[in-house]
T-cell receptor, first 115, second 111 residues
Framework: EAQVTQNPRYLITVTGKKLTVTCSQNMNHEYMSWYRQDPGLGLRQIYY???????DKGDVPEGYKVSRKEKRNFPLILESPSPNQTSLYFC??????????????FGPGTRLTVL | GQSLEQPSEVTAVEGAIVQINCTYQ??????LSWYQQHDGGAPTFLSYNALDGLEETGRFSSFLSRSDSYGYLLLQELQMKDSASYFC????????????WGAGTKLIIKP
């Protein structure tokens, strides 16, 4: 089954404690991205990656890191989480542009609370 | 700069037709997509327009006019399950093909 998986689905942590949210896709997609969603603000892109070892900042990259060492995985790292990073996070993947469509496949989301 | 504008909220009656508009400003338009998101769920893909005109998928249709930098999503025969948020998104060639998102339109359907 084609899917994007994220772990954990829910996480409560404390300020300053490093954490990683994993994202994996099984569709051999080149393009992967991370979003955060806050009430009334829609989806805001944090980082995206066009392929292995290629990452770019989105609209709200401060306080986040990513890596793309393998095509299927795109972890999101919060080195020193702060309460303003409390949010709902989504990972998404898609094939490269030029394939006639632009379908983003989203993971189920990770609800993060930083105390 | 890049921007997308869509209404924050639209209300319609069950069985009716509703149109959600999206106007965009980008440096290199590549395509316009629409997504649906129910409360607590992940966004799911609805449709994609790269060329001018209408794309139809069942009760949902999407329209694009590149000369007007405008598109819309048309939902027909509205059902209560269509109550959700709808997002337009534009792929921007001028920003390394970054996907730019609108803030979303909350569709409220009344019986």
């Amino acid at each position: 089954e084609a899917q994007v998986t994220q772990n954990p689905r829910y996480l409560i942590t404390v300020t300053g404690k490093k954490l990683t949210v994993t994202c994996s896709q099984n569709m051999n997609h080149e393009y992967m991205s991370w979003y955060r969603q806050d009430p009334g603000l829609g989806l805001r892109q944090i980082y995206y990656s066009m392929n292995v070892e290629v990452t770019d900042k989105g609209d709200v990259p401060e306080g986040y890191k990513v890596s793309r060492k393998e095509k299927r995985n795109f972890p999101l790292i919060l080195e020193s989480p702060s309460p303003n990073q409390t949010s709902l996070y989504f990972c998404a993947s898609s094939s490269i542009v030029g394939t006639g469509t632009d379908t983003q496949y989203f993971g189920p989301g990770t609800r993060l609370t930083v105390l | 700069g890049q921007s997308l504008e869509q209404p924050s909220e639209v209300t319609a009656v069950e069985g009716a037709i509703v149109q959600i508009n999206c106007t965009y400003q980008t440096s290199g338009f590549y395509g316009l997509s629409w997504y649906q998101q129910h409360d607590g769920g992940a966004p799911t893909f609805l449709s994609y327009n790269a060329l001018d005109g209408l794309e139809e998928t069942g009760r949902f249709s999407s329209f694009l006019s590149r000369s007007d930098s405008y598109g819309y999503l048309l939902l027909q025969e509205l059902q209560m399950k269509d109550s959700a948020s709808y997002f337009c998104a534009v792929r921007d060639r001028g920003s390394n093909y970054q996907l730019i998102w609108g803030a979303g339109t909350k569709l409220i359907i009344k019986p």
